[in-house]
């Protein structure tokens, strides 16, 4: 992961923390991108309060190489779960 790229997940508002496992033991290429990965890496992006990723509800976003988290954040939808709403509650209440 670039700097840049890092910087901008972790800047996104719907973005709370991410984090990467690198498993260096092997690499492919994306024949989409060309661009090489690590076979077995992972990518974390756990999302803010109040967003989730899909139709189960996962306030989580993996993928094994940058271009899978990139289009997986573009189907980030805004969450109302009891979980969501009641830390939503919870900061309103923090000064």
């Not at 901008?8 to 990467?20: E, F, G, T, W």
């Not at 033991?25 to 994306?30: A, G, L, R, W, Y």
């Not at 992972?42 to 309060?49: D, E, H, N, S």
């Not at 009641?86 to 309103?92: G, L, M, T, V, W």
Request: hydrophobic content about 25%; overall charge negative; glycine content about 6%.
């Amino acid at each position: 992961m670039t700097p840049k790229t890092f910087l901008a997940l972790k800047n996104n508002p719907k973005v709370d923390d991410l984090s990467y496992e690198p498993d260096n033991s092997s690499k492919e290429i994306n024949p989409e991108t060309g661009h090489e990965f690590e076979v077995g890496s992972i990518y974390w992006v756990y999302l803010a309060t109040g967003w989730y990723h899909d139709d189960e509800g996962k306030h989580l976003v993996t993928g094994s190489n940058l271009a899978d988290i990139h289009e997986q954040m573009r189907e980030i939808q805004p969450c109302e779960c009891d979980q969501c709403l009641s830390q939503k509650e919870q900061n309103k209440d923090t000064p």
